[in-house]
C-alpha cells in the first residue's frame, strides 16, 4: 500500500503541468497549446522597429513579441 501511494506522488509531482492542461481543457474545452492568431494595431514606427530587428535576428515577429512579453512577465 505504500509503495502506490509512494508511486502516485512521484506521478502527480512529475506529471503535474500535464495535469494542469488536462484539467484547464475539461473546464474550457480549448487546448492551451498552439497558436492563435490576434489583430492588434501598432504604430509605424514600431512595425519598422520590428522589421529592423527581424532582419538582424532573422526570427519572425510574433517570435520577436512572445520573447519580449514573455521576458517582461
Known amino acids: 500500500m505504500q509503495l502506490n501511494k509512494k ?5 502527480m509531482k ?3 503541468y500535464v495535469f494542469e492542461i488536462l484539467e484547464n481543457y475539461d473546464r474550457t474545452r480549448e487546448w492551451p497549446i498552439g497558436r492563435k492568431r490576434i489583430d ?5 514606427r514600431l512595425i519598422n522597429k520590428l522589421k529592423s530587428i527581424r532582419e ?4 519572425s515577429i510574433s517570435e ?5 512579453i514573455s521576458k517582461s512577465i
Open 40 to 44: 492588434i494595431t501598432l504604430s509605424k
Open 64 to 68: 520577436i513579441i512572445e520573447e519580449a
Open 56 to 59: 538582424k535576428t532573422r526570427k
Open 14 to 16: 512529475e506529471g503535474k
Open 7 to 11: 508511486l502516485h506522488n512521484k506521478i
